[in-house]
């Protein structure tokens, strides 16, 4: 189970405020809390004008760096963005994201070769979000081909199928989770993330749906995911979902992050 | 001395893995083996206390007699013959009419890890078996009888009665949800335990 800690981000209004005001030590403390927490990356997106972005990623990737060890997750709709903050991450982290749109995954995948960086890549192309599971499967297949002609391992890959909003989609997460099982079928190692909130959007109550949403993707074969680590429902439920598939011998690891406290009675 | 101390900390914490490099690391500085499993038998006593206490879970009561069985094993060959090591034998089995065994192999684990040799006669187990089972192995000095349903303390009674009868001398400890001490006082048993990290306190007290 990857945990990547989606809260320093621009668009969130208190981080965007946070950037906006300079703040350091607000940034610093959402890095210390979520590495407490367990996650495995800190994302780190800016979320502000491209003239500042990258000024604004460095800034940001430098407060993360010297408040943890926990690795980076570089995230930005730029590809350049994403690839010059590679740089300003002492090791490897993660790219966050491509997809097969125009040129963005040969740009890249050719800084990703080579290096232990991992990445997410989006199962969208230049036609746009593929509506059917098909579809999306053969963007999968084209991306792979991609992988193999620049050496990228599979582990190295976390696919996004992307998940939409639950309050308009036709088929609940239907789409979702048959692409999740066949892409793990075909490759046991990849891994399988998605930005979790994203299905609860205009809908009431949603940390409901959000832990619904979690139980059943994991249960599909995710095992990496986007979320706020500061949430102990969430983590209790992926901890307790986890000991359900039979993935966590004597629920220790359950038990252990009790005790730990990233999530409560 | 240091190794000692790692042993203890391994079975405490459960680390199945780890332990035995660090037993036998322990046995070539020198440390008898009588001493190692004495402290594994301490550290599991410290486990069953937590236990009774709430501070732990049953899959860490687990680990942690996992982690001490594996231990042995590396004690075993090096203390083969030496039998003064060991409390005697405990002969353990849910009544008769009862199939419950969790609870059961919880306690038959903690009983063994305080140093008894264990005989489980399983489930379902008929009063007069617990009689042949003394008579049949070597050195029994005490009886273990389970019963998980109120339907089936009447099976306990007969139980604790039928081996008293034929064994008077005989130790019995009796558990199980529905038991209370008064219940095990009444039917004749010498001992009461209300979990598994007690009912391996009590075993050793009430043998010594």
Known sequence: ?265 | MLKIQEVKTLVETGKAKKIQAIVQEALDAGCPAQEILNAMIDSMGVVGDKFSAGEIFVPEMLIAAKSMAKGVEILKPVMSGDTSSSLGTCIIGTVAGDLHDIGKNLVSMMIESAGFDLVDLGVDVPAQRFVDAVNENKNVVLVACSGLLTTTMPALKEAVQTIKAALPEMKVIVGGAPVTPDYAAEIGADGYAPDAGSAGVKAKELVN
């Open chain 1, 1 to 265: 189970m990857i945990i990547i800690g989606e809260k320093i981000n621009g668009a969130i209004p208190s981080t965007g405020k946070a950037i906006a005001e300079k703040d350091k030590e607000f940034i610093r403390k959402l890095a210390i809390k979520q590495t407490e927490a367990g996650a495995d990356f800190i994302d780190v997106c800016a979320s502000v004008d491209d003239t500042i972005e990258l000024e604004t990623m460095k800034w940001l990737i430098d407060i993360v760096q010297d408040a943890t060890d926990v690795p980076i997750a570089v995230d930005s709709p730029n590809i350049y963005t994403c690839i010059e903050s590679m740089k300003y991450c002492k090791k490897a982290g993660l790219f966050n994201s491509v997809s097969l749109e125009g040129d963005k995954i040969d740009l890249a995948f050719k800084e990703i070769a080579d290096t232990n960086w991992e990445c997410v890549a989006l199962l969208n192309s230049d036609k746009g979000i593929p509506k059917t599971a098909k579809d999306r499967l053969d963007v999968f297949t084209d991306l792979m081909g991609k992988c193999k002609e620049y050496k990228i391992d599979p582990s190295q890959i976390h696919i996004d199928p992307l998940i939409e909003m639950l309050c308009i989609s036709e088929d609940g997460i239907a789409t979702v989770v048959e692409v999740i099982r066949e892409i793990k079928k075909q490759y046991p190692i990849i891994h399988v993330t998605g930005a979790i909130s994203n299905i609860s959007f205009n809908l009431p109550a949603r940390r409901i749906a959000n832990q619904a949403f979690a139980v059943l993707a994991m249960s599909a074969g995710m095992d990496s995911f986007i979320l706020d680590p500061l949430n102990k429902d969430m983590m209790g439920m992926l901890f307790a979902t986890e000991a359900m598939m039979g993935e966590d011998e004597y629920c220790i690891e359950y038990i252990s992050a009790f005790r730990e406290g990233k999530f409560v009675k």
